[in-house]
């Protein structure tokens, strides 16, 4: 079983609706990165979580650190939120921490 | 925001010869580094990680001798693949660390 669990893993969505992605994971962590990787391979770094909520324009990152869950919500989706998004999970302390990261979630939104 | 470059974004190459890979750091400096492999269609992989004047770190399976990492500066690290075989093939991308990690663009490498 994989440290970082995603679902789903792959996601097709039509334009303007509502995204959920989520990311389970098993072992003690400092921080929780959700990641955007475009289709070029370059990668963008969303949020950094340690608890609670965060929010930035359209996408919003929830963690429960007790449930050891963390979500990604994207509202009024778009065809350029289409990307792969990648759960990864900061073990270990400090911000030299190794990150290790989930397989991701293909998301698809048609217009 | 904070900036990583890598450079080149793409690069061929014939079997048995090396690859140098460049991971900057543009605006800030980054005393830790990280190199990530990533397969098609799977997880980024930690292959390392740089320290700025010390002996990189390499993670269980990755050769060191085959990767070399040189992170001479605390804006610039390299990764060279030596004596490069087509199983090399892969995206290598690079994260410096300042707070949380930036990460570059990644360098597609074929091995032909």
Redesign the interface.
Known sequence: KNE?EQSPQNLTAQEGEFITINCSYSVGIS?L?W?QQHP??????LF?LSSGKKKHGRLIATINIQEKHSSLHITASHPRDSAVY?C?VRSGGG??G??I????TKLSVKP | GAVVSQHPSWVICKSGTSVKIECRSLDFQATTMFWYRQFPKQSLMLMATSNEGSKATYEQGVEKDKFLINHASLTLSTLTVTSAHPEDSSFYICSASLNTQYFGPGTRLTVL
């Open positions: 970082v921080a990165h990641l070029g391979g370059g990668i963008v770094s950094m990648i990864a911000s030299q190794n990150l990261f989930g397989k991701g």
